[in-house]
């Protein structure tokens, strides 16, 4: 089964650039959307297809994708961004939705 | 602004069954795709099933193995969750998701299903 790999925290000062990295084999040829989820709430989407951004979501988020890795950047990351992410794909294949293994945020 | 809201979760015994309810407004509900994802105590995201518009196509994760049914009362904008046979390991907030495209655009706040003796 298609797994997606990303790592399990990631530190980052406060004003600084966070980037959170989710690898699959070719996962550069899917679409690939990012969630952040705070303690005790739902899911947000903040990126969708690779790098567009729903309404709402400030421009300081942004991703890309290629070849074996998406990435989901915090530009000028603030107290607020710290949450856990996972990132996502829907696999065409077997018609399920797999989700990354998620990544801890903590802003220091 | 669409909201979904789920509810049927509680305590159950190992081997029971129990059936969960989101209830959608503000969006057309027959007009999308809807989905369950859960998320074990202190664990990661886990997508559970799919159910197209009109209910004819299906989709369940692998783990599933028949326990699972996924259904929709689109007079009602209800999609439902039929879990059978439940282990301690289905402990769980389940959450009710829209999907537009192949992600998930709006989000319930969860229901949480805790099997234990």
Known sequence: ?108 | EAQLLESGGGLVQPGGSRRLSCVGSGLTFSNYVMSWVRQAPGKGLEWVSAISGSGGRTYYADFVKGRFTISRDNSKSTLFLQINSLRVEDTAVYFCAKIFGDKFDYWGQGTVVTVSS
Do not use: M
């Not at chain 1, 790098?51 to 942004?62: A, C, H, N, V």
């Open chain 1, 1 to 108: 089964s298609y797994v997606l790999t990303q790592p399990p925290s990631v530190s980052v000062a406060p004003g600084q650039t966070a980037r959170i990295s989710c690898g699959g084999s070719n996962i550069g040829i899917i679409s690939v959307h990012w969630y952040q989820q705070k303690p005790g709430q739902a899911p947000v989407l903040v990126v969708y297809d690779d790098s567009d951004r729903p309404s709402g979501i400030p421009e300081r988020f942004s991703g890309s994708n290629s070849g074996n890795t998406a990435t989901l950047t915090i530009s000028r990351v603030e107290a607020g961004d710290e949450a856990d992410y996972y990132c996502q794909v829907w696999n065409r294949n077997t018609d399920q939705a797999i989700f990354g293994t998620g990544t801890k945020v903590t802003v220091l």
